[in-house]
């Protein structure tokens, strides 16, 4: 077993390795740092304070992540002890029952399973320019799994929320270090008591493993990975919005474009909810050399709460598209694998992937630039040497 303390040495050992490594385009040249943290699968290390690791785009050639390749992003120290038989979920705060739950009354109510593609809100936070500060995360801070476990409606018809509640709170058991604010979060309770918004103790068919929130987790779909709270131990009712730095100023955006350096009000800007319409190129690597004939280009697309349209290809800077197969494979909030067949000549290939969202969504050129770098979603794009 690898402690805490090898572990962070371990990564320490990588950041010199990655601290040489500065511009976009060097990150993309370079070998990425990966590690093999026990249950996690060459996943690339993003920090190296918390638990952060990103899945490499090469992944992405199936509809549901394995588990050990699922990204994950921890904004403080992972919860030492977690015993299963100890565990309570609490609900309370405006509600007339409040409720004390074990694991084990978890594990009696329906379960429910929504397949949901799970982004953070700062993935492609690398690609910004100029930079902002926080996660580089660039490509694979998203992964799509079944979520499985009872809906967080029936717990809060049971605890019987009053007529003032209108914001679910949640709270779990990160270690927090020092002066860091604690990761308390809320959604409206229009969300909260949408059917598919769970509280998930099974991740693609297995008991949630620690990185991922064991015990118990709230699954909010479609919207940014923030909304959905690991290692849940409290829910509490609210009669307005949590307030706290993840509420805001984290996790809001300009209601209007803003120029880097501008001021904005607490009150011009927004909380982030749904994710963007989005595609990405899992194959051909990036700076790959390719037999000519025929190319597979194949990736994923989302698009939070929206259904994705359709995805297209272009090989001549975005002057024409050619539709791309979409996978049969889909459900509400999840992903969809697609791919398209080239016939390319010998010579030097920048590849272009667009999705279109059923909202008439299209993912841009480039992305709209906000001082914490999040919902990055500008078109993909790799570049191959065919020979
Ligand atoms: N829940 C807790 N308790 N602490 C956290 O740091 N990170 C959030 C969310 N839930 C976080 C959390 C963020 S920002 C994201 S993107 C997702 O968890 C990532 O989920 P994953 O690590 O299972 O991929």
Same mark, same amino acid.
């Given at each position: 077993m690898t402690s805490r303390r090898d572990f962070l040495w371990q990564i320490s050992a990588m950041a010199l390795v990655a601290s040489s490594v500065s511009s976009l385009r060097s990150w993309a040249q370079a070998p990425t740092p990966t590690i093999d943290v026990p249950g996690e699968d060459g996943l690339i290390v993003r920090s190296f304070r918390f638990v952060d690791l990103e899945t490499p785009v090469e992944y992405f050639n199936t509809w549901l992540t394995p588990v050990p390749r699922f990204f994950v992003r921890n904004?403080?120290?992972e919860p030492n002890e977690l015993d299963a038989a100890t565990w309570r979920l609490t609900i309370a705060g405006e509600v007339e029952k409040p409720l004390t739950l074990s694991l084990t009354d978890l594990a009696k109510l329906e379960s429910h399973s929504v397949v949901n593609t799970l982004e953070c809100a700062g993935n492609g936070r690398g690609f910004y320019r100029p930079q902002v500060p926080g996660i580089q995360w660039q490509k694979g801070a998203v992964s799509t799994a079944r979520f499985s476990g009872p809906r967080l409606r029936g717990l809060?018809?049971?605890?019987?929320?009053?007529?003032?509640?209108?914001?679910?709170m949640f709270r779990g058991l990160d270690e927090v270090p020092g002066r860091v604010p604690l990761f308390i979060r809320s959604i409206p309770i229009?969300?909260?008591?949408? *059917?598919?918004?769970?509280?998930?103790?099974?991740? %693609?068919?297995? =008991?949630?493993?620690?990185?991922?929130?064991? $015990?118990?987790?709230? !699954?909010?779909?479609?919207?940014?990975?923030?909304?959905?709270?690991?290692? !849940?131990t409290e829910i509490k009712v609210l009669d307005s919005e949590f +307030?706290? #730095?993840?509420?805001?100023?984290?996790?809001?955006? =300009? #209601?209007?474009?803003?120029?880097?350096?501008?001021?904005?009000?607490?009150?011009?800007?927004?909380?982030?909810?749904?994710?963007?319409?989005?595609?990405?190129?899992?194959?051909?690597?990036?700076? *790959?050399?390719?037999? $000519?004939?025929?190319?597979?280009?194949?990736?994923?697309?989302?698009a939070g709460e929206a259904d994705v349209a359709k995805v297209e290809i272009s %090989?001549?800077?975005? %002057? *024409? @598209?050619?539709? %791309?197969? !979409?996978?049969?494979?889909r459900a509400r909030y999840a992903w969809r694998l697609w791919r398209h067949e080239l016939t390319a000549k010998p010579g030097e290939y920048s590849i272009l992937s667009?999705?279109?969202?059923?909202?008439?969504?299209?993912?841009?050129?480039?992305? +709209? @630039? #906000? $001082?914490?770098?999040? !919902?990055?979603?500008?078109i993909d794009q790799v570049k191959i040497h065919v020979a």
């Open positions: 904004h403080m120290h809060l018809e049971h605890a019987d929320v009053k007529a003032s509640g209108k914001h679910v229009e969300k909260a008591l949408d *059917s598919d918004t769970l509280i998930a103790t099974h991740m %693609t068919g297995a =008991p949630l493993t620690k990185h991922h929130g064991f $015990p118990a987790r709230a !699954l909010v779909p479609g919207w940014i990975g923030a909304a959905s709270c690991k290692w !849940l +307030v706290g #730095n993840f509420m805001s100023p984290g996790y809001r955006l =300009p #209601n209007q474009p803003v120029k880097p350096g501008d001021a904005v009000k607490p009150e011009d800007m927004h909380p982030v909810t749904g994710l963007n319409v989005k595609s990405l190129i899992a194959g051909p690597a990036d700076g *790959s050399r390719i037999k $000519p004939g025929r190319i597979l280009v194949h990736g994923v697309a989302w %090989t001549d800077g975005g %002057t *024409s @598209w050619k539709p %791309t197969t !979409l996978g049969q494979e667009r999705a279109t969202d059923s909202q008439g969504r299209v993912q841009p050129d480039t992305a +709209v @630039w #906000n $001082p914490s770098g999040y !919902l990055y979603n500008a």
